[in-house]
C-alpha cells in the first residue's frame, strides 16, 4: 500500500515514516506543507494521505482544507488525518460528506504501531477509522429523534468500536466474545439501520455514519 506523509515536524514525520515502512507500507512522498502533499497526491497517486492539521504558513487547518480536497479531487485515496488534539467539529466537517475512506486520530495513537498501521490499512481499504477519544465526545451530545435507540447496548458498543476502525476480531478481543458472536451483532445492528444489501465493508461505513449523524 503506497503512503504519502505530510507534517510540518521532521523528526515526527520521519518516525512515522519508519514505522510504517517496518509495518510493510510504501512510504512513496514526504512533505511539510499542504501545498506540496496536494502535489505529491497529484504526483504518485498513493493509496492513502496521512497528514496533520496544522501546517504552515498559519498552523492552523490547512492540512484539514488539503485533506478536503484531496477527497474532493481524488475519492480513490483514502485520507488519514492526525491531530494533537480532539476537535468534533473538524473530525464532522472532514466526514460530513462520507466516511469512506477516511479517518481522524490523535498523534498519540501512533504510539501504537499495530494499531496505527490497522488505521492506515482500513483507510486504504475504504473503510473509516475515527478516534476513540472523538467518538466518546459524539456520545456525550445530546440527541433528538436517535436513529440508533433502536440498538441494544451491546450493540451499541460493537458499533462505537467499529466506529474506532476496529475489524471483528479487534471487536472481539476488546469485548471478550467470539467473532461469530460479533458478526451476529453486526447483522442485527445492519438491519435495524435499515442498511441496503451489499459488501459488508461499504455498510459499516455506512453504519459509522448514521452513528456520527445521530
Avoid: W
Wanted: overall charge negative; hydrophobic content about 40%.
Amino acid at each position: 500500500m503506497r503512503v504519502v506523509l505530510a507534517d510540518d515536524a521532521v523528526l515526527l514525520r520521519e518516525g512515522v515514516a519508519r514505522l510504517l515502512t517496518e509495518a510493510g507500507f510504501d512510504v512513496v512522498g514526504q512533505c511539510s506543507t499542504a501545498e506540496d502533499l496536494l502535489l505529491k497526491v497529484r504526483s504518485y497517486s498513493p493509496d492513502v494521505a496521512v497528514t496533520d492539521i496544522r501546517m504552515p504558513p498559519t498552523q492552523t487547518d490547512e492540512g484539514l482544507r488539503a485533506a478536503l480536497e484531496i477527497r474532493s479531487r481524488h475519492p480513490k485515496v483514502g485520507v488519514l488525518v492526525l491531530s494533537q488534539h480532539a476537535d468534533v467539529g473538524l473530525a464532522m466537517k472532514l466526514l460530513a460528506e462520507s466516511a469512506e475512506g477516511v479517518g481522524y486520530m490523535l498523534k498519540d495513537r501512533v504510539e501504537d504501531i499495530d494499531e496505527f498501521a490497522e488505521a492506515v490499512r482500513r483507510v486504504g481499504h475504504g473503510g473509516s477509522v475515527i478516534d476513540p477519544t472523538i467518538v466518546s465526545q459524539l456520545l456525550g451530545r445530546r440527541r433528538g429523534d436517535d436513529p440508533l435507540e433502536r440498538l441494544t447496548p451491546r450493540e451499541r458498543e460493537v458499533l462505537e468500536l467499529m466506529a474506532e476502525g476496529r475489524s471483528n476480531q479487534g471487536i472481539a478481543e476488546r469485548l471478550v466474545v467470539t467473532e461469530r458472536a460479533v458478526q451476529k451483532h453486526i447483522t442485527s445492528i445492519f438491519q435495524k439501520l435499515g442498511l441496503p444489501a451489499g459488501s459488508e465493508d461499504h455498510r459499516r461505513v455506512l453504519a459509522v455514519l448514521a452513528f456520527l449523524r445521530s
